[in-house]
């Protein structure tokens, strides 16, 4: 396996009620660096990031995360290697009836065997980290809508993953806070050597905080590489998409 390769998608395919969505995804993303994955909608996106954290089985295919076949492991050995993850769902999916403090402990109190004081200290780090000190009192419903992204993020760092699943995380928000969230990412892959994955529509934030971008069209990539490489793509797909995307911004 290549030292930069950590994870490693092949040939992944995947139907739904015979509608094919994802027909032969190729993608390898280099350990320690953000990979933004841009496309139309219901092009497959969120589908494809489902199989790398192994919510979904291909129909054929594999995903391989430094070294390991995602797809051949028994229910207990993936909820284990999960750990490995960070999610940050489209809109931070935080539980409504628990605090802050209670939902950024939540995967601590779930997977680990830590005291409560071990889990409080926790909690406090991670919320310093994202910028939302002493918070932790709060309710969702007393939270602006980047401040519910911030506090996602802190629940999805709480077991200190290894990489980071962000699933459209500037849709619904404004311009202000939309550069803040992309230099949150950045900042967490600066800081934490973190492997990141961003599944976006906003051109604008792919190339502000990509080190590799990758577009899929009709189940497939059709285009991978560094932001400058990536804009100059002869690609008549890749072109539209840019053209269409940056006119909305």
């Known amino acids: ?65 430094d070294g390991v076949n995602l797809h051949a492991l028994t229910r207990l050995e993936l909820n284990k290697f999960r750990r490995h993850f960070g999610m940050l769902f489209q ?41 939302l000190e002493g918070i932790q009192r709060k309710m969702p419903s007393e939270l602006s809508g980047g401040m519910k992204k911030r506090v996602g993020l802190a ?8 990489i980071i699943l962000y699933d459209e995380p500037t849709t619904g928000l404004d311009p202000i806070m939309t550069e803040a969230i992309d230099n949150l990412i950045t900042d967490m892959q600066r800081k934490l050597k973190v492997t990141s994955v961003v599944i976006s529509h906003d051109i604008p934030s792919a190339f502000r905080i990509s080190d590799q971008i990758a577009m899929v069209y009709e189940g497939k ?19 539209e998409f840019l053209k269409k995307g940056e006119a909305r911004f």
């Open 155 to 162: 629940r999805a760092l709480a077991l200190e993953p290894d």
């Open 1 to 65: 396996m290549a030292e930069n390769r950590y994870i490693d998608i092949l040939d992944l395919h995947k139907s739904f009620n015979g509608q094919k969505v994802l027909q032969g995804v190729n993608l390898q993303i280099p350990k320690g660096k953000i990979t933004v994955i841009i496309g139309p909608s219901g092009c497959g996106k969120t589908v494809l990031l489902r199989h790398v954290i192994g919510l979904m089985k291909p129909d054929r295919g594999r995903v391989t995360i």
């Open 221 to 239: 990539i059709v285009e991978v590489g560094a932001p400058e490489s990536f804009r100059k793509s002869s690609h008549p797909a890749v072109q």
């Open 91 to 131: 809109q931070a999916a935080l539980f409504d009836s628990m605090n802050v403090y209670e939902n950024v402990a939540f995967p601590l109190k779930e997977h680990t065997k830590l005291s409560e004081n071990q889990i409080q200290k926790i909690v406090a780090d991670k919320l310093i980290l994202v910028g």
